[in-house]
Structure formats: C-alpha cells, structure tokens
C-alpha cells in the first residue's frame, strides 16, 4: 500500500472516530439537555370555596376529593357577611372557620373573607394571582338567592370540575340535629332522652311534624366504611423512638377549640394518638342528649386534622396501665377548657395511673370553647337558623325547578 492508501486510511479512520464522538455526543445530549434545560413543570392548583360553618367530616372530605385534582389545594373561606346575606347567620364566625379549615390535612394555602359568588373579578384574580387551574365544587347545588347558579362563570369558561358531595351530613342538617335536641327537651314527655340519644348515635330519622317542607330534621345517615376511614387516615405509625402524646375526649361538633388543643399537645412529641370516647361514654357524662355527632362521625373529623397521626376509636374512659404500655404512651395530656375538666374532683378520676406514674400534663387551652358554646350559639338564636334552614331548601328546589325547565326544552 502506498503513502496515498495510507493517508485515505487515515482520514477514513478520524472520521470514523469523529462520528462515533459525535453520535454519543448527541446520544449524551438527547438524555441530559430535557433534565437540564427542560423547564420544571408547574404544579396543578386547584381553587375550591366554602362556608365551612361548623366543619364536619363532609367538608372534609370535599377538600380531600379537591386535593386529589390537583398538586395544591388553595382554599377560599366566605366572610360572615356573604354568607349572611346568602344564607343566614353562620354559627362561627370567620377566624375560628379560618383555623378549622387551616388545619386540614389536604389544605395548602387559604384565602379568608372570599366571595359567596365566583364573580368575573375574583374568578381573574384566582387565576392570575393565585395561579389557579381549575374550580372545584360538589355535585349538589350552590343557588345565589335569585336561584341563579354560583359557579356558573366558571362553568362557561371551561374551568370547573365537580366532585362528589359526602352524603348523610351537612351544616343544615347538624343545626336541625340540635334544633330537635331542644324541641326534644321542651316536649319531654312525648319522646324520653334515651330514644333521641338512640337516634342521634344508630341514624335513625326522625319524622317531620310539617311533613317534609325542608324545615324537619334528620339525625345521621352517616354509614362507616373501611375503604373511608383509610383514605382519612395518615400511613405511616410511630418510629421506634418516637415520643407519642396522648389525648383525649369526646370531640363532638369538632370545633376550632378542639384544632388547637391538638397542635398544642402535637408539639410536645413526635406522634399524637387521639383518643374518641364511644356514644355511650358521652352520654353518660354529658347528658342523653349527647353526643350530636356519633362515634364514626367524630373519628373522621379528628383524622382530618393535621395535628392528630393516629386515633382509637371507641377509646376507654380510664387510661390504664396497660393502656399505656400497649401504645408506647411517653405522655397524657388535658386542656383546660373542657366540658369534663373536673376530673381531678372525681373519685374514679380517669387520669390516675398517668398522674400516679408522672406523665400526665394539663395544658392551657388557647381558646374558650367548647362544644357547648357551638350548641348555644344555635339555640340562643333557633328561631334565625330554622329560617336559615328553610331558605336553603326553597333555593334548592327553584334551583332543581330551573334545571328542569331547560331539560323539557
């Protein structure tokens, strides 16, 4: 071979060395460059909205089913105003609404004194401020109170999206479990305490004297399901190391009282385990009436808040020992504001192994409410919320009117 065949082979040789550095430069640069250089994907934001007036595990479950949509969950609470207006007066008022709704587990951000009504302006400043991608409401009606729908700005531009609503539990129907509760006790010869306590703890309804207008009460339908207690429950346990607090009570109408009795004692360890005392337990220390949520009902409302990892459904009135060493219990603690806050004076006090062995705590409650303030507020003024009851039942039946006019047509 002469000096020319060699400088061919050469040449043929650093390309071939030359396109194979290229195309694994290139093989290289097709993995790497959309790791790099791509633009990091933003997170779906979802926008959904509420009165969230004593907030019960319904509404909770919404926010879960909200937050399932999407990344993150902003969530808009409507002022005392709006809902006045709209509705009648609501039982609690906007900051205690503000930190029930806060210490829910699927909320990310939320956004106090929104309107009742998805208007134009609002509905621009969700999406330009707040980055918002879609708005979430249940599939039951939200009626203005000229019957008008209040997404329906949303609707039109193509960006709602409708969950499920949670069945047997609404605000309205809490305040009519209350309403009857007093009804009850001013008639108390027609119905004994023990079968209204029956009622409210098994689901039993309670037939309307005014047949049916929507202004009667039902008691819970609620019907507990494994598959519902899972998707509230958080799903990791303690580690081994882990100091775990324990508390405990009745957590009836969970209120923003009960939220911040939780964080309090959340901050002492590194697990909270919540005990929910049964029905009957309640009752027997609070009156027949009592409680107005039954036993499931409660669990949930306690499992959707952010402070409680774990609760015992059905938890025994005394701590015992065995107790304690069952759940690896480091501490038990009380707060101050409580309906039963006079254990101490009680001959079988529930706390005395704990205090006995050096772990119990009493905390100071941040602030003074308790269940009994929530029913008060209804039953000092039950007159304005039966009219608030029978005014959601006319705008969802000239709303449910409306929609069937437009089928016909």
């Known amino acids: 071979m002469g000096w020319e065949g060699e400088k061919v082979q050469r040449i043929l040789a650093s390309w071939l060395i030359g396109g194979l550095v290229i195309g694994m430069s290139l093989l290289g640069l097709r993995y790497a ?10 997170p779906i934001r979802v926008y959904m909205d509420g009165c969230f007036d004593m907030m019960h595990y319904g509404h909770c479950n919404a926010l879960r089913q909200a937050r399932a949509l999407g990344d993150q969950l902003v969530v808009g609470v409507v002022s005392d105003a709006e ?8 039982v609690t008022p906007l900051k205690e609404r503000m930190i029930m709704v806060s210490a829910v587990k699927w909320v990310d951000e939320v956004i106090p004194d929104a309107p009742y009504a998805i208007t134009e302006d609002f509905m621009r400043k969700l999406f330009d401020e707040y980055n918002i991608d879609y708005i979430i409401h249940g599939d039951d009606p939200c009626v203005l109170p000229d019957g008008s729908d209040a997404y329906a700005l949303a609707k039109k531009v193509g960006r709602y999206k409708q969950i499920k609503r949670t069945e047997g539990v609404s605000s309205t129907d809490i305040v009519g479990r209350m309403l009857l509760c007093l009804r009850e006790r001013s008639t108390g010869d027609s119905h004994n305490h023990s079968s209204l306590q029956r009622q409210f703890s098994h689901g039993h309804s309670h037939k309307s004297e005014d047949g049916g207008s929507g202004s009667g009460t039902r008691i819970s339908h609620f019907l507990p399901t494994s598959r519902r207690i899972v998707q509230f429950s958080n799903s990791k346990g303690p580690g081994p190391d882990a100091r775990i607090i324990y508390i405990d009570g009745a957590f009836d109408l969970f209120h923003a009282g009960h939220v911040e009795i939780l964080r309090l004692a959340r901050g002492l360890g590194d697990f909270l385990l919540v005990g929910i005392h049964t029905d009957q337990t309640v009752s027997a220390n609070r009156g027949a009436h009592r409680p107005i949520m039954n036993l499931h009902e409660r669990s949930l409302s306690v499992l959707a808040c952010q402070y409680a990892d774990e609760v015992i459904i059905g938890a025994p009135r005394e701590v015992s020992k065995d107790m304690i060493t069952t759940f690896n219990i480091s501490l038990v603690v009380q707060g101050t504001v409580a309906e039963d806050n006079d254990f101490q004076k009680d001959k079988q006090n ?9 772990i119990f705590k009493l905390l100071e409650s941040p602030l003074d409410i308790t269940t009994s303030t929530i029913i008060r507020r209804i039953l000092s003024n039950h007159e304005a919320y039966q009219k608030r009851n029978e005014r959601k039942a006319e705008g969802e039946r000239r709303y449910y009117e409306d929609k069937t006019h437009v089928s016909d047509d």
């Open 350 to 358: 529930p706390y005395a192994i704990p205090i006995s062995l050096g």
């Open 83 to 90: 809902i006045t207006v709209n509705k009648g007066p609501p």
């Open 33 to 42: 460059l959309p790791e790099h250089n791509k633009k990091k994907k933003r």
